[in-house]
């Protein structure tokens, strides 16, 4: 299918686990992203990549890696996970540098219990 | 410090009428302005967008403004209809501004009523 998928659409996790949320895009876009959205806080950036090998932190960086070998996967790690990181977390594409929309995908629901 | 402000969490709309959704921003170097649109257990999806260099883009029922200004957008939805309902963001970013994510408000659920 063409588009940007994340998997899983849900996850539950135990405190400590490390847990991988993938993505993966077939429109070849330069640009990914990661965003958790919270309750009251919106959509935040975690992390963001401008091609493969090449990321960068976000607003909200702390306890995730990212990695990007190939343009259409960029995986989010949380490398032990913990109740605060509970949350919603969405992926996007983007084409091009600023100036054009970016791509969301449908969202993994991440509960660490 | 938050760079883009929605401070309508919420706003209930009759269907027919406009409905009209703020935004302020406070980072200058913003250039490119969108909203993106959210239903429940979906993704955002993009609705539409301005240029800094720009102060109107119309597509549709859909009209942003953009008052540079006053640091200040707004997307207008006329007529208003029971679909519009769902949680709208405002989105902003910036040429070479550093991170290259958009910034988003904390979106305002539209509530359309029959």
């Known amino acids: 299918d063409a588009g940007i998928t994340q998997s899983p659409r849900y996850k539950i996790t135990e405190t400590g686990r490390q847990v991988t949320l993938m993505c993966h895009q077939t429109?070849?876009?330069?640009?990914m992203f990661w965003y958790r959205q919270d309750l009251g806080h919106g959509l935040r950036l975690i992390y963001y990549?401008?091609?493969?090998?090449?990321?960068d932190k976000g607003e909200v960086p702390d306890g995730y890696v990212v990695s990007r070998s190939k343009t259409e996967n960029f995986p989010l790690t949380l490398e032990s996970a913990t109740r605060s990181q509970t949350s919603v977390y969405f992926c996007?594409?983007?084409?091009?540098?600023?100036?054009?929309?970016?791509?969301f995908g449908q969202g993994t629901r991440l509960t660490v219990v | 410090d938050q760079q883009v402000k929605q401070n309508s969490p919420s706003l209930s709309v009759q269907e027919g009428r406009i409905s009209i959704l703020n935004c302020d921003y406070t980072?200058?170097?913003?250039?490119?302005f969108l909203w993106y649109k959210k239903y429940p257990a979906e993704g955002p999806t993009f609705l539409i967008s301005?240029?800094?260099?720009?102060d109107k883009n119309e597509d549709g029922r859909f009209t942003v403004f953009l008052n540079k200004s006053a640091k200040h957008l707004s997307l207008h939805i006329v007529p208003s209809q029971p679909g519009d309902s769902a949680v709208y963001f405002c989105a902003a970013s910036a040429v070479g501004g550093g991170a290259d994510g958009l910034t988003f408000g904390k979106g305002t659920h539209l509530i359309i009523q029959p």
């Open positions: 980072n200058s170097m913003f250039d490119y």
């Open positions: 990549s401008a091609a493969a090998d090449i990321t």
């Open positions: 429109w070849s876009h330069s640009y």
């Open positions: 301005i240029s800094s260099i720009k």
């Open positions: 996007a594409s983007r084409g091009g540098r600023v100036g054009t929309e970016a791509f």
